[in-house]
């Protein structure tokens, strides 16, 4: 792998370029996100895991986001 990418609601968050392709969400966030990770390889190939939904009540941050 090359990088991983971290979106929340379809903004870019992180990207990373090293093993083990991991992004700390250490934000505030309520209610109802999107949240998307996207891999690439060296030769720009890509794979994503799709939108998925999720609901939390995180007033004060620290929710992780693992590459799937």
Do not use: C
Not at 19 to 31: C, G, I, L, S, V
Request: net charge negative; aromatic share 14%.
């Amino acid at each position: 792998l090359d990088r991983a990418e971290f979106y929340v609601d379809g903004v870019l968050k992180e990207t990373t370029t090293s093993f083990p392709y991991t992004w700390r969400w250490d934000e505030k966030a309520m209610f109802k996100h999107t949240l998307e990770a996207k891999v690439y390889d060296s030769e720009g190939n890509n794979v994503s895991t799709g939108p998925m939904n999720v609901f939390l009540f995180n007033p004060l941050g620290g929710i992780e986001k693992t590459q799937p």
